[in-house]
């Protein structure tokens, strides 16, 4: 088993996406360009694959958690982890500010380039959340939690036509706003090869 955390080794992360201001010491953090996302057509028609992605390619079963906390300025404004093989297969979860009353937790999985979005209501703005993804054979458990340690089940999911390699890390994008910050701390990737 390989653990993968920042700051180091940074050597082994890139990015999809760069966005104009980011910077990394103990966390990463980065503001948003507008029109980003992560969508592939179902209901809503378009399709966009263009959020910023700062990853690190990994080999077989993997777990990747992180602390999120963000200041989130437009509807859909959203920063959490990405698995992604390509445009047409991945998995995200976040939290989508609507409101500063209501936020939806929630998780997309884009199977053979179709999109799905599961949410859950949040009352209240939310500014900070835990995540983790583990990835088992071609299947996807998505966690969250308050405090890294007691974790909710958000979904079980499969990749359908899912490699061996995947990219693995934080997402952030701005669907409808003029860009928000964010920061991503203990970003850890425990991979069982390497």
Not at 108 to 116: A, E, F, K, P
Not at 164 to 180: K, N, R, W
Request: charged content about 20%; hydrophobic content about 35%; aromatic content about 12%.
């Amino acid at each position: 088993m390989t653990t993968i955390t920042l700051p180091t080794p940074r050597d082994r992360f890139q990015w999809a996406h760069q966005p104009a201001r980011w910077s990394l010491g103990e966390a990463l953090e980065m503001t948003t360009e507008p029109d980003t996302d992560y969508w592939q057509r179902t209901h809503y028609g378009f399709q966009r694959d263009n959020g910023h992605c700062y990853f690190a390619t990994v080999r077989g079963d993997f777990t990747v958690s992180a602390q999120l906390a963000w200041t989130p300025n437009a509807q859909y404004d959203q920063c959490g982890l990405l698995v992604r093989a390509d445009a047409d297969t991945w998995a995200k979860c976040a939290v989508e500010y609507e409101t500063a009353s209501h936020s939806r937790l929630g998780s997309v999985v884009t199977n053979r380039g179709y999109s799905d979005w599961a949410t859950q209501d949040l009352v209240g703005l939310i500014t900070q959340r835990w995540y983790r993804i583990r990835r088992q054979g071609d299947d996807l458990l998505l966690d969250w939690a308050e405090d890294g340690v007691s974790w909710v089940q958000m979904r079980i999911a499969h990749l359908h036509q899912c490699p061996q390699d995947l990219q693995v890390g934080i997402y952030a994008c701005s669907p409808t706003g003029p860009g928000f910050t964010c920061q991503a701390s203990d970003l850890r990737i425990a991979c069982a090869e390497e």
